[in-house]
């Protein structure tokens, strides 16, 4: 018997062979499942034999199912919550249901699975030491873009999630925004029957996407690699020759921001680098 609480439950992104036995015993033993998709998770629920009583608990209706869930915890039932794919939470309802329950003093346990990214980037070839999950990019290009550009001079590896619909669009501002070699991975239909994972340059990736309409089709994981870390020799001479001046005028500090403000460079390295133009210069 499990204790009352909220089982968060993984499921599989493609291939149900990835279904861990602990979340088909999960999924048979509470006394309800709260999915995203009701239809989506009843075919599921049939593969693997599995009679459990069924509501709906999408963004649409996340706090008006709050109370129908805390009510079977307050019985002394149990409730699984679980999304069409992958972990629930990641880049899908979920969160309100978990942070109300957590609030109302019972338990929330993960019962762990797949997670569509982090499959992505285990195979994609990409630094996986420190990364940034991003989520959907917005729909509209203007604002896709300004999202881009605040990412621009991130180090670490980027992680997105993209639909078919807009997958070549957003590439294409990718290659606008970060540059054209910039090298990107898609994980296309991950675990399923054309799973795709493809790394090459932007100016590349998009071209053989174009030539291939199918694959345009299915959903993207999209990791870009970091931009690389900023150098003194990658400061261009002008920008220096400003630095310079400044210092001899201004503590590092102050000389730091004012060229930062003249030359687009960030302070931060701006700043470092006078240090080590002092520091060699006595």
Known sequence: MLEPALYVVATPIGNLE??????????RSVALIAAE??????RLLG?????????????HNERQRIDTIVHQLASGASVALVSDAGT????????VVVKEILQAGYRVVPVPGCVAFVAALSAAGLPTDRFVFEGFLSSKSGARQQQLKSLAQESRTLVFYESPHRILASLQDMAMVFGADRTVAIARELTKTYETIKSAPLSELIVWMQADSNQQRGEFVVLVQGAPKASGDEVNPQALSILDILCTEL???QAAALAAKITGIKKKQLYQLALERQSANE
């Open 18 to 27: 990835d279904m861990t036995p602990r979340a088909v015993e999960t999924l």
């Open 37 to 42: 998709d009701t239809r989506h998770t009843a």
């Open 47 to 59: 593969h693997f034999n599995i009679d459990t009583r069924l509501i709906s608990v999408h963004e």
């Open 88 to 95: 629930p939470l990641i880049s899908d309802p979920g969160y």
């Open 251 to 253: 503590p590092v500090s």
